[in-house]
T-cell receptor, first 114, second 116 residues
């Protein structure tokens, strides 16, 4: 069965802390994505990666960075967390070649920055 | 640039009735795919149905069907015989099939409540 896991379901951090959100997929997918979801704004793409060590900015990359050292793992980093980064963060993955394939999502991490 | 519009922030339907969730899109790409996802209160996104821009027939998956009207740029989701478990948020998404295979644009979502 297809599986995308995220390191935490709930996370509470303080302003200025460095925050790591981890995502792991076991489907050998080339593409991986980080979204944030806020009420009334849908899902907005932060960063995506189509290969190891490759990354591209999405629609809202400011304040975030990513790391993909291994194919199965894609990390989202908040260098200095701020209260406006309180949100639900969703990781997803998909095959590169099969463009009609759906993205598979993890369960989400609800981050609160105090 | 691609854009997805879901004009219904919230919808109510009686159990066992059918409901249509609206989705319109805007794109200049000739080849694209349209996806619908369900997000229950638990938070996980569940893939429901896919429609390709060149598909001749409307997609169906069990109780879900997609009313695809290409000229009007609409891809409405129809849920037949609604069940209480269908209460969730629903997202319409689009992907350009000629460029990077994975990047999608999502709508703002519609919250569906099924009444007993």
């Amino acid at each position: 069965d297809v599986k995308v896991t995220q390191s935490s379901r709930y996370l509470v951090k303080r302003t200025g802390e460095k925050v790591f959100l981890e995502c792991v997929q076991d489907m050998d997918h080339e593409n991986m994505f980080w979204y944030r979801q806020d009420p009334g704004l849908g899902l907005r793409l932060i960063y995506f990666s189509y290969d190891v060590k490759m990354k591209e900015k999405g629609d809202i990359p400011e304040g975030y960075s990513v790391s993909r050292e291994k194919k199965e793992r894609f990390s989202l980093i908040l260098e200095s967390a701020s209260t406006n980064q309180t949100s639900m963060y969703l990781c997803a993955s998909s095959h590169y070649a099969r463009s009609t394939d759906t993205q598979y999502f993890g369960p989400g991490t609800r981050l609160t920055v105090l | 640039a691609q854009k997805i519009t879901q004009t219904q922030p919230g919808m109510f339907v009686q159990e066992k009735e059918a409901v249509t969730l609206d989705c319109t899109y805007d794109t200049s790409d000739p080849s694209y795919g349209l996806f619908w996802y369900k997000q229950p209160s638990s938070g996980e996104m569940i893939f429901l149905i896919y429609q390709g821009s060149y598909d001749q027939q409307n997609a169906t998956e069990g109780r879900y069907s997609l009313n695809f009207q290409k000229a009007r740029k609409s891809a409405n989701l129809v849920i037949s015989a609604s069940q209480l478990g269908d209460s969730a948020m629903y997202f319409c998404a689009m992907r350009d099939l000629n460029t990077n295979a994975g990047k999608s644009t999502f709508g703002d979502g519609t919250t569906l409540t099924v009444k007993p």
